[in-house]
């Protein structure tokens, strides 16, 4: 194992099985002795090191497109991992269906009442401090009520690496928590002819060979300025300008990427620029990468893409000393805004020829090759007994186009759907390349477990909910348009996760007493019953939290008061004011609903020893992970899980 030098000013301890440096006398050793003596130690059977395990979470996987790509061949390493394995691809999400609160789920054991996570943002708490319009970021492990699983291996005195999962944990003294997530610093972005128009270089010393006279072009990412050479270079046997220099001051000797452009496609990947560090707006460092998608020859135009900024963030920083420039480094995302806005060219939907797909697939592959670059180094380099590694893949790319191959929707063009298909595999195809790069790292008595949070479905109509309460009487707005607390007994709050809030007395502003909440929730039944789009009734089903909580799994403070779930191809719209109760959108993909919908369902694939093989599971729910997982290597169970073991899936029920 690596391990960075020790000054000889400081001591140095291990943590995970890594060195790091600790201040200069500080008895950080003991502390540790005295840490691991208070752990209990895991009782293994028969004196048998418990098995190990990997985690890798696949955001937002369809099973019936899995099922579709496996019978291609176009999964070898999902096909592998089920064939020995247990498998089930009907698992149930949490309601509502979101990243926050199903991941929350996933390592809990539990649902979103007992988790506190009840949606990708949630109601601000306490209650009485805050009203109805004020919430919190739902991926925030503060707000997490239950203990996660790698709590309770460390808890255990088992050690962890979490690799910006959602909800992922912080620092611990046996685990290593990688939240890159946590370091976003910026928005990807654009930078082209308009947005910095190329002019002469008359103010450069040190000018470059070109073949014709070079262009200065600058631009800005995050807090730092770039200044970028258009030039023709003498060595590239292409006429006009075919090489973009970027420098960090008007200088040829600063010059720290030499990029040439190409069209997107087989290969592009070799044209991206390594890590480069840029400031963020606190003067803290952050990473971005570069593309040059397009140059035009006499130098008029270019296509400059450059992912978001993103600091590192480790819970042992010390740690990365040694890793390399793209270890360090966190991308996240692929271009989805940028690829939604049309600034990477037309969409194929809206009269494009596939190169604005083409390029956000470019994107894509980088995250997935960053992720995998890190994962690499972590499994190699530190010490772990269970593994939990995330993709936001294929969740991304299919809320682009999971609407455009929804043969279901109004207007279903075939023809893009055709066009559109190949690039979506392509990205099912790159999470399955993650997910065989995990198994080939796979030690021997390691258990390989495949999870997702929730399915997707093609949506291309918005339900306006306040307007229809507005219109019944129970949402009320001043003359500036804004929410007026003083006369609104309900809303559909911004936090948009399928549930309305009812403003009770217990809550700051409230105005709904606890005798006045029987009537208002009749009223609110009467209103979602009656909205209709021509003769379909829209809202299929209700439930009210007070009385449904434990059965649904929804509800508590930080939770809905009444849920509620559309017709297929629908999803509700938070927004204050529209003219129309229903408007269209453009086709895409999502999820956030009732997660007894098929569409909601997803998928989980245990493989390792004591688990059958070959064995289809039913009856799944993704509360059942965490207990089943943890039964697998001789774990005790979440403290706060209320899933169940999923006794069949093992070779030895008993």
């Given amino acids: 194992m690596l391990k960075p030098p020790v000054p000889r000013q400081n001591s140095a301890s291990t943590i995970n099985g890594s060195s790091v440096k600790s201040p200069v006398g500080f008895p950080i050793a003991l502390v540790y002795a005295l840490l691991v003596v208070a752990w209990p130690i895991p009782a293994h059977v028969h004196g048998q090191t418990p098995p190990k395990a990997i985690v890798l979470a696949w955001d937002g996987a369809v099973p019936s497109f899995v099922h579709e790509m496996l019978s291609q061949g176009r999964l070898p390493n999902l096909a592998r991992l089920i064939e020995n394995g247990a498998f089930a691809d009907d698992v149930v999400a949490v309601f509502p269906s979101f990243t926050a609160p199903g991941f929350a789920s996933l390592w809990t054991g539990a649902p979103p009442r007992i988790t506190g996570i009840s949606g990708n943002r949630v109601p601000r708490l306490p209650r009485k401090e805050f009203t109805i319009l004020d919430s919190r970021a739902g991926f925030n492990t503060a707000l997490l009520r239950a203990e996660p699983l790698w709590a309770t291996a460390e808890r255990a005195g088992r050690k962890v690496v979490v690799a910006h999962v959602p909800l992922g944990g912080d620092n611990s003294e046996r685990g290593v928590h990688f939240q890159g997530y946590r370091g976003t610093a910026g928005r990807d972005g654009i930078v082209n002819g308009r947005t910095s128009k190329p002019q002469p270089a008359t103010s450069w010393e040190n000018l470059p060979a070109s073949g014709v ?5 600058i631009f800005t990412i995050s807090r730092s300025t770039f200044f970028g050479l258009l030039i023709d270079d003498p060595l590239d046997p292409q006429d006009g300008y075919d090489t973009l220099l970027v420098a960090s001051s008007r200088d040829g000797k600063d010059v720290r990427m030499n990029l040439k452009h190409a069209a997107a496609g087989p290969g592009g990947e070799l044209l991206w620029s390594s890590p480069i ?12 990468y570069l593309r040059l998608f397009d140059l035009k020859r006499d130098g008029s135009d ?33 271009a989805s805004e940028l690829y939604n806005r049309g600034a990477l060219g037309p969409t194929l939907a809206n009269g494009g020829d596939g190169t604005a797909e083409a390029r956000y697939l470019e994107t894509a592959i980088l995250v997935q090759h960053q992720l995998m670059e890190t994962y690499r180094w972590a499994l190699k380099h530190l010490s772990w007994d269970l593994f939990f590694a995330y993709t936001p893949y294929p969740d991304e790319a299919e809320h682009m186009w999971r609407g455009f191959l929804d043969p279901a929707l109004p207007g279903f063009r075939p023809e893009i759907a055709e066009r559109l298909r190949p690039f979506l595999e392509r990205v099912y195809h790159t999470s399955d390349a993650l997910l065989g790069l995990l198994m080939a790292h796979r030690p021997e008595n390691t258990i390989v477990a495949l999870i997702s949070d929730h399915g997707m479905e093609g949506t291309n109509r918005l339900v306006a909910i306040n307007k229809v309460l507005q219109e019944g009487g129970l949402l009320a707005t001043d003359d500036r348009g804004h929410v007026d607390l003083a006369r609104t007994r309900v809303l559909y709050p911004a936090v948009n996760n399928g549930y309305l809030l009812i403003n009770s007395t217990d809550r700051k502003n409230g105005i709904v007493s606890p005798d006045e909440r029987e009537d208002v929730v009749l009223r609110i039944r009467q209103l979602l019953d009656e909205i209709r789009d021509g003769d379909r009734k829209l809202v299929t089903d209700i439930y009210d939290a007070q009385t449904e909580a434990e059965a649904m799994g929804v509800g508590s403070d930080s939770g809905g008061d009444i849920y509620f779930d559309l017709w297929r191809g629908y999803e509700p719209d938070a927004k204050i004011g529209s003219a129309d109760l229903i408007t269209k959108r453009e086709p895409h993909g999502m999820h956030g609903f009732n997660p007894r919908k098929s569409s909601m369902r997803t998928i989980m694939v245990l493989n390792g020893r004591g688990i059958q093989n070959g064995q289809k599971l039913s009856d799944v729910r993704i509360i059942d992970f965490a207990p089943t997982l943890a039964k697998l290597v001789d774990l005790p169970l979440p403290r706060d899980a209320t899933g169940r073991v999923l006794a069949e899936a093992f070779a030895d029920p008993h």
Avoid at 213 to 217: F, N, S
């Fill in 213 to 217: 006279p070079p262009l200065e072009t």
């Fill in 277 to 288: 560090n840029v400031k963020t707006r606190n003067g803290s460092d952050a990473t971005t």
């Fill in 302 to 334: 270019f296509l400059l893409f450059f992912s978001r900024p993103t600091r590192a963030v480790i819970s042992h920083p010390a740690l990365l000393s040694e890793a390399s420039a793209t270890v360090r480094a966190f991308i996240g995302n692929g």
